[in-house]
């Protein structure tokens, strides 16, 4: 008698389906309650100003756990949504020729049926990068961030992904976002940065800009060229 334990299974490839934008803008609504809590806090409890990229970082995944999720202060920000919220997982590259690349973030998604090539792969990928005078948009958050994402090391099977950005006074996605995209040489745009309608606003962030870029790989299961891959700029004010 079979107990249907070897059944075949559909074959499946990269790229992943795209993530329900309901999913996308839970996260992104738990990542700005979580700064609203974060800006709350006195200097002596966490000093926001003068805090370090990885600081801030930590700092911001503890608040999501151990304040945000699985309360009453983001409808569907809970486990029966988020299976998972990493920071620094060690996730391989689109090649695997490196094994260790690790974004700042990953929110996992319950599957519920949901079928995907790497459930190790699946999910929204965020990359956290500081934003002021000694942390460019074109060096920093452009050449160190979502390049890594252009290139397969993060969210290689994934069609969208999220940057977030500690801003500095004065840094606001426009223009300096549109301008160092605009001046780069890596990073090939097709579309945006553009507003998008679809997001909450709350005091300490600035508006959600989504933005569309070429990847520069293909996939070694298929031979097909990686997709666009679209992304949500979430710029968070540190003042």
């Known amino acids: 008698m079979s107990l249907g334990m070897f059944q075949e299974t559909p074959k499946l490839a990269p790229p992943h389906p795209p993530l329900p934008i309901a999913f996308v803008l839970v996260v992104e609504d738990a990542i700005k309650v979580a700064w609203t809590h974060i800006r709350g806090l006195s200097q002596a409890e966490f000093d926001l100003e003068n805090a370090y990229e990885d600081t801030i970082t930590q700092k911001l995944h503890e608040v999501l756990l151990d304040d945000v999720f699985d309360s009453d202060k983001v409808d569907g920000f809970n486990g029966d949504l988020i299976s998972k919220i990493t920071r620094e997982e060690k996730l391989r590259g689109f090649d695997g020729s490196q094994l260790d690349p690790m974004p700042d973030l990953v929110f ?4 519920s049926g949901r079928q995907v090539y790497r459930r190790t792969q699946d999910g929204l990928f965020v990359e956290c990068k500081p934003v002021d005078r000694k942390h460019t948009v074109g060096v920093h958050y452009c050449n160190e961030g979502i390049i890594r994402f252009v290139e397969g090391k993060y969210a290689w099977c994934m069609l969208s ?3 977030v950005g500690y ?3 004065g840094y606001e996605a426009i223009p300096k ?3 160092a ?4 040489n890596s990073i090939k745009t097709k579309r945006g940065p553009s507003v998008c309608p679809r997001t909450n606003t709350i005091l300490f962030a600035q508006e959600t800009y989504v933005s569309v870029h070429e990847r520069n790989f293909s996939y070694l299961e298929t031979s097909d060229p990686a ?3 679209e992304f949500r700029h979430v710029w968070l004010n540190r003042e």
């Open 181 to 184: 995209l605009e001046k780069s």
């Open 161 to 163: 992904a999220m940057m």
């Open 108 to 111: 996992g998604i319950r599957h």
């Open 227 to 229: 997709p666009d891959i």
């Open 177 to 179: 976002l549109s301008d």
């Open 167 to 169: 801003c500095a006074s």
